[in-house]
């Protein structure tokens, strides 16, 4: 932020430091061993009296001085010139803080130099005793070099104590000092071993290249045990987040812990075949062959130690993208454009919008992104998301996903970013978006005021039910309507008719046939253990029937019936019509009919941040794209393979492993519920963001094909915050109860949340889905008006029979029989059709109003009633007109 940045593009990512640094490295710790190896051998040679070992020591010093002096040396200068122009902010922080420590490093290289140089050259020209002390002190400086090295790499993972005291003994002693040392001096006698080969099986005298090709074996063989001990203690000291992120918490790290456990035996087994007598044809491309698994290894533990090490380059103290975390906050408060030295834009515009993007994204991403090269390229990363997916891909960057840094700036900022990814790098644009207007039919069934004895109350308890079509992937929810009637007897004291009466329903036309385009049916077996016929439900109700009356209720249920928002046609409406009728048990005579809308919808929002289109019609269903990258998103946070049972036919149902109190699916009870971990772990990605939150997945969205909050709330201008409220603050009543219960994940999915409703986080209250929701009595204390548009946080129902979809009034009535659906309270407006959801009080009472609203007591009492036997206030007239 403080430096130019030194654009890369196809080469950034940390390719080219990482091309550079591993090869040096690899070579550096060959350097420490093969000193020891050399001044050994040379013993060796001496001990054997052998001239032949004695030659192949000064060949093989050659090699060594050429390899590790020239090369090495190269290497070396070839990070310092990276890691200034790639991070130059923590290059800073190492040098001021280790200057002493580089410049003694710099005098035992220079040693090493004069030393190797007299080594190699005047071998065989001086007496053994004082070539061979030459060997000891170019081996001994080779181990001080990597001991000062060392100190100064592991500060970078486990600074320890230098984050309060910035000490350099604190800094160089590092939690992770000495394990990672005794480590690497070990590695180093090993890769002595690997190199020897190189040169050993190109010995010509056959008795001496064995015995040289067995003792180079011994190098690689011996040292094993002790690096596998010195392996464990440095994972041990490791503190527990970065150990946490080497053992499996970044998806990345993983195939190189993998690569770094195999690669043992495989090297062991290598030098065990080297050791026994095969042909010299053999044995030449298998030493090169263990040279480059060594490097293979070599890479995968500096990949696993630099990665340990996210999101920072010094672990809590600089990030990855070189901004350092004390000025996190003021970069959030003030923007990082503000901020940052080098940049041409201080302020965004419409017109520099994409510009200051870009400047944003050489800050924040070039540091670890390569844009089209072979290491973390951000193209294939970033495909799949819309402007709104990136944005809030950026929102909960670093949360959960804890290898990345967070964001930092300002939401204008964050929005820039994400524009400049989506339209600058891709080049997508976006089309505004078009919602088909429509109007269909909608027959108001006859109701005769004087000669009708009955009226018949019907409704939808789900309002707002919307389902996944995503079957032959996963399953969230499946197709499933609950239908509610209540058969009232007209007269000066109405009465609930229950016996010797049969209430049936029926779907509208063009909705009687299982649609093609959804599979529930083909998978409800592997879902459910049931083999359902095609229009059958869960319950075992279709598409028409009988309701059954649930005595407690007086009402007529029909649960879980399978109604789905395709016509016959292909069409979508989400809003499909069933006629319900009273029909005389005795004589087979209807003597009551309405209709009412089962609102059922598959817009599910999970295409803004998973990438694909819509599957029907372009207006709702989750196409395979979508699916497939969910699951791939959930195994590599949550290490499953449900993307890979997906293929082979096994399709996961989430309630099988996640509870649920609305299914009364019980999973595995050790894992969140299933409410508390979709809105626990998408909260992180949707702050701030008022209802967009709830609309960006739900079928809510004012501008969506299904626009399901269509009641009087909506027209007053309420949105879902208003009863549910805020995400944060609506996941974080979830999460709460899940951490009462002892689930440990709801702790990593509440660290970045702040409640918004309520000043800490002790205030909120704990809730359980679908049992504790918020209670109209909030607002509308004693059926008043309420006193204020904002409404009672944190007042939750006590359990279902407080639930305004299970509640009656004094009389048995239930409160949806005469107010309306949830979501769809009297009077509403339908996008499919203004008095689609208005039926029933146009019918009764030829006002769209509650059932009896505006003193219209004679839909069911024949009279003029002056006693509110319902509830209080019921007499008053209707206050919200339109």
């Not at 923007?335 to 017109?351: C, F, H, P, S």
């Not at 083909?522 to 109700?541: C, Q, T, V």
């Amino acid at each position: 932020m403080n430096y130019p940045v030194w654009e890369l593009y196809f080469a950034g990512g940390g390719l080219l430091i990482a091309t550079i640094a591993v090869v040096h490295v690899y070579v550096a710790h060959f350097a420490v061993g093969g000193g020891l190896f050399l001044v050994l051998t040379e013993l060796k040679g001496y001990r054997e009296d052998s001239q032949n070992i004695l030659d192949y020591t000064k060949k093989h010093s050659k090699f060594f001085l050429l390899l590790t002096i020239v090369f090495g040396g190269i290497t070396g200068v070839g990070i310092w010139l990276t890691i200034s122009l790639l991070s130059p902010g923590a290059t800073s922080t190492l040098i001021h803080t280790f200057v002493f420590g580089f410049a003694t490093e710099w005098v035992c290289f220079m040693v090493e130099i004069v030393a190797l140089f007299i080594y190699f050259y005047r071998f065989g020209k001086m007496d053994k005793k004082t070539h061979l002390t030459i060997g000891w002190l170019y081996f001994i400086f080779a181990w001080l070099s990597l001991f000062f090295i060392n100190g100064i790499i592991d500060f970078m993972l486990t600074p320890g104590n230098w984050l309060k005291t910035n000490s350099f003994w604190d800094g160089f002693f590092n939690p992770t000092m000495w394990p990672a040392l005794f480590f690497r001096t070990s590695l180093s006698l090993v890769l002595a071993g690997v190199f020897g080969f190189i040169t050993a099986v190109f010995i010509k005298e056959t008795m001496c290249r064995e015995n040289m090709v067995r003792y180079c074996a011994k190098w690689l063989l011996f040292p094993f045990i002790f690096m596998i001990l010195f392996a464990y203690w440095y994972v041990m000291a490791v503190p527990e987040a970065p150990r946490a992120m080497i053992l499996g918490r970044s998806p990345e790290i993983v195939p190189f812990v993998k690569i770094f456990a195999w690669i043992l035996p495989v090297m062991s087994i290598g030098a065990l075949l080297m050791a026994i007598r095969i042909p010299g044809s053999v044995k030449k491309p298998m030493a090169f062959a263990l040279l480059i698994i060594g490097l293979i290894y070599m890479f995968s533990f500096e990949y696993i130690r630099e990665a340990g090490r996210r999101p920072f380059l010094i672990y809590g103290h600089t990030y990855s993208n070189s901004i350092l975390v004390k000025n996190e906050e003021k970069i959030n408060e003030k923007g990082l454009l503000k901020i940052a030295k080098w940049v041409e834009y201080r302020d965004i515009t419409d017109e520099n919008i994409l510009d200051a993007g870009k400047e944003i994204f050489k800050i924040e991403c070039m540091s670890c992104h390569s844009t089209g090269g072979p290491l973390n390229d951000i193209f294939p990363l970033t495909k799949k998301y819309s402007v709104f997916g990136m944005d809030a891909q950026l929102n909960g960057m670093g949360k959960i996903i804890e290898y990345m840094p967070k964001f930092m700036g300002t939401r204008k900022e964050r929005l820039a970013l994400a524009r400049y990814i989506v339209e600058g790098l891709h080049g997508k644009k976006e089309s505004p978006v078009r919602i088909e207007e429509k109007d269909l039919y909608t027959e108001i069934p006859a109701f005769n005021e004087e000669k009708d004895e009955y009226v018949l109350l019907a409704w939808s308890s789900m309002g707002m039910h919307s389902f996944t079509d995503s079957d032959p992937y996963w399953s969230l929810m499946p197709p499933g309507n609950n239908l509610y009637a209540q058969l009232i007897r007209r007269g000066e004291t109405p009465e609930i008719v229950t016996e010797d009466v049969v209430i049936s329903y029926a779907v509208e036309k063009g909705f009687e046939k299982p649609s093609k385009h959804v599979k529930f049916w083909e998978y409800a077996e592997h879902f459910f253990g049931k083999r359902l016929p095609p229009g059958i439900g869960l319950s075992g109700n279709g598409l028409k029937g009988e309701m059954k009356l649930n005595e407690k209720q007086m009402a007529f249920t029909a649960d879980m019936v399978p109604v789905v928002p395709y016509s016959d046609d292909g069409s979508f409406n989400p809003y499909p019509l069933f006629t319900i009728e009273a029909i005389d048990k005795n004589n087979g005579k209807i003597f009551a009919r309405t209709s009412v809308v089962a609102p059922t919808s598959t817009e599910m929002g999970c295409r803004n941040c998973h990438g694909g289109k819509w599957r029907v019609n372009g207006q709702a269903g989750l196409s395979r794209e979508t699916s497939r990258d969910i699951l791939a998103v959930h195994d590599r946070i949550s290490k499953t393979n449900l993307l890979e049972l997906a293929e082979k036919g096994q399709p996961v149902l989430c309630q099988s492993c996640h509870p649920d109190p609305a299914f009364g699916a019980k999973g595995k009870p050790e894992l969140l519920n299933l409410s508390a971990a979709i809105h626990g772990f998408h909260a992180n990605y949707l702050t701030n963001r008022e209802d967009d939150a709830c609309n960006t997945c739900h079928p809510s969205s004012p501008t969506g094909n299904t626009q399901f909050l269509r009641g009087i709330h909506m027209e007053l201008g309420l949105d879902c915050t208003s009863c549910h409220w805020k995400m944060e603050d609506h996941a974080l009543s979830l999460l709460k109860a899940e951490k009462k219960a002892g689930k440990k994940e709801a702790d990593r999915l509440m660290k970045h949340l702040s409640p918004k409703s309520a000043s800490t986080m002790n205030q909120i209250n704990p809730r359980t889905p679908w049992f504790n929701e918020p209670d109209c009595m909030n607002c509308h204390v004693d059926f008043q008006e309420p006193e204020t548009d904002e409404s009672e946080f944190n007042l939750w129902t006590k359990g279902v029979e407080q639930l305004y979809r299970m509640r009656t009034d004094d009389v048995g009535i239930m409160c949806e029989a005469c107010h309306g659906s949830t979501h769809a309270i009297y009077p509403t407006k339908n996008p499919y059709g203004k008095d689609r959801d208005n039926i029933i009080p146009l019918q009764y009472q030829s006002n769209p109003y509650p059932v009896g609203a505006n003193k219209n007591c004679k839909v069911c009492h024949t009279i003029d009633m002056e006693e509110e036997v319902h509830h209080p206030n019921s007499l008053a007239m209707f206050r919200n007109t339109f």
